[in-house]
């Protein structure tokens, strides 16, 4: 398993940008999968974007397509979550994944950082 570190959340206000950064440790990262998660108060972890190790392979959820990039830089073992136009919907704290598969589903990923908490204003 890698050890995940969050860094960049933060307060902005509603079409602002954002950049989340995941700091990896441990061998192996680029054969691994990562993504990131959001949960909000009250509500389950949510599937937010995923990258697999080969930096091919890209999924989002619907609510972020052509908002959000997720991207990876193997040689510095840190993944990327650059969030523009955001909304006061994207409020969370947001979590970094990583894992040998990738799916949309929180519980098949293996290890997780402590999340950064985002906040946008209308």
């Known amino acids: 398993q890698v050890q995940l570190v969050e860094s960049g959340g933060g307060l902005v206000q509603a079409g602002g940008s954002l950049r989340l950064s995941c700091a990896a440790s441990?061998?192996?990262?680029?054969?691994?999968?990562m993504g990131w998660f959001r949960q909000s108060s009250g509500k389950e972890r949510e599937f937010v974007a995923s990258?697999?190790?080969?930096?091919?392979?890209?999924q989002y959820a619907d609510s972020v397509k052509g908002r959000f990039t997720i991207s990876r830089d193997n040689g510095k073992k840190t993944t990327y979550l650059q969030m523009n136009s955001l909304k006061p919907e994207d409020t969370a704290v947001y979590f970094c994944?990583?894992?040998?598969?990738?799916?949309?589903?929180?519980?098949?990923?293996?290890?997780w950082g402590q999340g950064t908490q985002v906040t946008v204003s209308s």
């Open positions: 441990g061998s192996a990262f680029s054969t691994y999968s």
């Open positions: 990258i697999r190790g080969n930096d091919v392979s890209r």
């Open positions: 994944a990583g894992g040998l598969l990738t799916t949309k589903e929180a519980r098949t990923w293996g290890s």
